[in-house]
């Protein structure tokens, strides 16, 4: 329709009654409208994510740092805080570009310990970190041949919803003993405190934030996580300057303001990677043994945690398909390359990402944020490192939380079910260790359903899947058994 205005100027166009407003290319690019976003909100989400994860920046270089090769030499913490940056920054953004998915990347716990105490000690640094790179061109070859993908389909319903609470679980675990909420005891598995009672003030931190969190949770303001974790900060900053706490007790790292915002970045440790050496400095079957460890447990970890984070996004279809899984899962494997070429160990999907999810994370632009944050913690770091453990660890807990929600809709009146569920969801926390709980999953639900009569509801791949695990579970009998 047109109309003419009073003065006879040209007919003007009129916009019809269900017109809509111009979407930006962003919102088009990340499907931020179609998921039910926004863009503050994935910014107050990267932001989450970020904080939740920020202790890696100081952990691995502590981890790795304190570890030497065969030859006695060690990596500089310096250059491996660059590194550590460097990677889980590049890698994030592109998983959130490439995979369009709020996850983020970062150098994982268990395949660090693998690099660490597993194969440093046989081989040089540059072997190790080759050997890193050889994972990740692994992972990348299942998801172009439909490896990955096939494994993620054979997984039974109610073993992926398994995973996604044995993930919470594992999640909530690590946030009470950063916090040292909980520690280790030496007439039990798990104690209260580092004494076996509350006290001191990094835990009174920890409650503080949690407590915030918790109660702005309940009163559905948005930002809840986050504004828990800056009230902690605020709180451990003033009671460390007005207490004099021992940075000791603050774990990782203690809340004091640094004497300079800027840190150079040191690029010393880029590329410096040998890819052939392992199979000769430790012997083809040692470095066969550690490369097929080195896969495993980022092939697992990751797959759990994209699972679950799916899940708690709800991004998953009712058959559990998430979209674009083959452009993530082959994020992640690049992300492992990128993490021998830095030799900050492989840089795998992050679990801390459920804290951003649940601050309603929804799209890649959550994690290009987040990758932002770890570039500017290149030249930055010092402004970072003011977040203490115990601050982070709300996020940890309250994550815990919501991804226990799930629980209630696993078949429990099925034994075949409950039982390989159980074990999926216990073993995770009790060996601190994703991949176990998926294995233990895997193995007795292939046995339980198969001796029940109900074969056909497991399915060859269910079966492969299953000898793996057992070859995994059984690793070190086969070694001594073979003399490795």
Known sequence: MTRLDTAGSQPQPQAPADARPTRSWLDRFFF???????????????????????????????????????????????????????????????????????????????????????????????????????????????????????????LPHNLKLAIGVGIGLFVALIGFTNATFLSAGESKLLQLGTAGHLAGWPVAVFLIGLGTATVLLARRVPGAIFYGIITATVVAVIVQYAFQVPEESWGTQAPTLPTSPFSPPDFGLLFQVDMFGAWQSAGVASAGVILFTLVLAGFFDALGTILAIGKKANLTAEDGQMPRVNQILATDGAGAISGGLTSSSATLVFVESTAGVSEGARTGLASVVTGGLFLLALFFAPVFSVVPAQAASVAMVLVGAMMMMHVGQIAWDDITVAVPAFLTIAVMPFTYDIAHGIGAGIISYTLIKSASGQSRDVGWLMWALSGVFVIHFGLAGIEKLLGI
Request: hydrophobic share 55%.
């Open 32 to 154: 931020i409208t179609e998921r039910g976003s926004g863009i503050g909100q994935e910014i107050r989400g990267g932001l989450t994510t970020f904080m939740a994860m920020a202790y890696i920046i100081v952990l691995n270089p502590i981890i790795l740092s304190g570890v030497t090769d065969v030859n006695g030499d060690t990596l500089s913490a310096a250059q491996l805080t660059t590194m550590t940056c460097l990677s889980a920054g590049i890698v994030t953004i592109l998983m959130g570009v490439v995979g369009r998915a709020p996850i983020a990347c970062a150098a994982a716990l268990g395949v660090m310990a693998v690099v660490a105490y597993q194969a440093a000690p046989q081989m040089t640094w540059a072997e190790t970190m080759g050997l890193v790179v050889w994972q990740g061109i692994a992972i990348i070859l299942m998801v172009v041949t439909g490896v990955r993908t096939a494994v993620m389909n054979a």
